[in-house]
């Protein structure tokens, strides 16, 4: 498809709803938990899902439009168009997906927005997408970032992947040949590390056994079913299982490379004096 078109969202026909394209740095997460929740003790046991409820569509119902469309208004210096696609389990902790994001992109500019569905989409919208919209705008946008990265925890049991939207968008990522990272939190990445050393092929089994996109669900039965109708009707489920299981082992493995060679280049430790 052509390039992807640049603006907000607007309530529309299925087929021509644009994506809604704008994001967030990391620096308005912190701001939005600290001003808006009250600072992270008022959100420490929620997920994604209660902070939406309980924050998000409050703070947007007037307008019934997405937090970042409401940024735009106001001219907020970290709101602008995404750069990287940002997926996540909304039954996981708010705060373990933020440390997670935090960790992964510790190195990055501090002016790299991240699409994230809490802020990026209109929470009031209800109008349901039709096919060529999955098939056309919703993987194109995906496309157009050329980077997603999906925060997996815990990374024994990963939520993500029984989740039927993550697994289509990490179909859409591979589909699109997108630069493609796992974000864990600085402990949960540890853990992982240290189970792979131990048993590289158990490790990666535990965890890719878990890939079949016929079971996962959706919280919406009709997101399940429009998602479940795109694969259908394309690939199928034996591709799309087979194309998210290789850029799960890929990254894994080049996360394991990674920690080992950086541990390997780490100068010897010194001894004591005699």
Known sequence: MGPVERQPSRNTTASTIPFPVYGVTLGFFREFIDNVCGGEANV????????CETFIKPQTAAEQRSYCEL??????????????????????????????????FRHES????????????NQHATLDRDFDWWC?????????????????????????????WCLFELYCSAETRCRFEIAMSRHERAQFVASMVRDVEGC?????????????????????????????????????NAMVFEQLRRWFVHALEETLLAETALPPASSSPA
């Not at 919280?219 to 489920?237: H, K, L, M, S, Y």
């Open 204 to 240: 990666l089994l535990s965890v890719l056994h878990r890939v079949r996109c016929e079971r996962s669900q959706a919280f919406d039965p009709n997101d399940q079913r429009r998602i479940f109708e795109a694969v259908e009707r394309t690939v199928g489920f034996a591709q799309i």
């Open 136 to 164: 056309g705008t919703f993987k194109g946008a995906i496309g157009a970032m050329q980077h997603v990265v999906m925060v997996l925890a815990p990374w024994h049991d990963p939520v993500p992947l029984t989740r039927a």
């Open 44 to 51: 420490a046991h929620m997920t994604t899902t209660n902070v």
């Open 110 to 121: 501090p002016h790299l927005c991240l699409w994230f569905d809490l802020f990026s989409n």
């Open 71 to 104: 940024l735009v208004r106001q001219e907020h210096p970290d709101v602008g168009v995404a750069d990287v696609f940002i997926s996540h389990a909304w039954s996981c902790r708010f705060l373990d997906v933020y440390d997670a994001l935090t960790h992964h």
